[in-house]
């Protein structure tokens, strides 16, 4: 009797981590981001640069991001190993997302040359809906693919496109993984 009784424990443990693991990820979105197949490609909608510097705008749905590189200077050739991977110049990278919010951030110079200015403040949003922070990133990711092949942009900024790129593809990654955590979380 008692062997039974603890038989039926667990599967109801069983069934209420199951159906408690199902409402979270209904709650959340499967895989928690847009993927890049799903129809829906980024659109450029603003594009704007020189030989120093490239601000683009790019949406897909109701996501967008702004992606702003500044490039402040040479580099010291000390710092140049590989020219294929070390760029020549020291720049500025920020990426607002759909509230304008600059989230992804990445300063080579000395000193972030004015890119945050028309910020109200660098303290994120009150009531960030975490969903939108992982499709907003996601798009950064897809935008600097496309960017990347781009004639113009790709070629002349490709260190600075792998850098935000790179930037936004690991807080994803990072932001999912919390997530998993939260869904499955580790057992000792």
């Not at 897809?142 to 092949?149: E, G, I, S, V």
Request: proline share 5%; hydrophobic share 35%; with cysteine.
């Amino acid at each position: 009797m008692e062997k039974q009784i603890q038989k039926q424990n667990t599967q109801k443990n069983i069934s209420t981590h199951l159906m408690t693991s199902v409402a979270v990820i209904a709650f959340l979105g499967v895989g928690c981001t847009v993927p890049a197949e799903n129809g829906l490609r980024p659109q450029l909608t603003q594009l704007e640069h020189d030989q120093m510097s490239f601000t683009a705008t790019v949406e897909r749905g109701d996501s967008h991001v702004t992606i702003t590189v500044q490039r402040t200077g040479p580099r010291a050739s000390d710092f140049i190993r590989d020219p294929e991977i070390d760029s020549p110049y020291e720049s500025d990278a920020v990426v607002r997302n759909r509230y304008d919010f600059p989230f992804l951030r990445s300063f080579g110079g000395d000193a972030p040359s004015g890119m945050l200015e028309g910020s109200e403040s660098t303290d994120p949003p009150r009531n960030i809906n975490q969903q939108h922070q992982l499709e907003d990133l996601q798009l950064v990711v897809d935008a600097a693919d496309m960017l990347r092949d781009d004639a113009e942009i790709g070629e002349s900024f490709r260190w600075e496109l792998r850098e935000v790129r790179s930037m936004a593809a690991g807080a994803l990654e990072h932001a999912n993984d919390g997530l998993n955590g939260l869904i499955h979380p580790k057992v000792d």
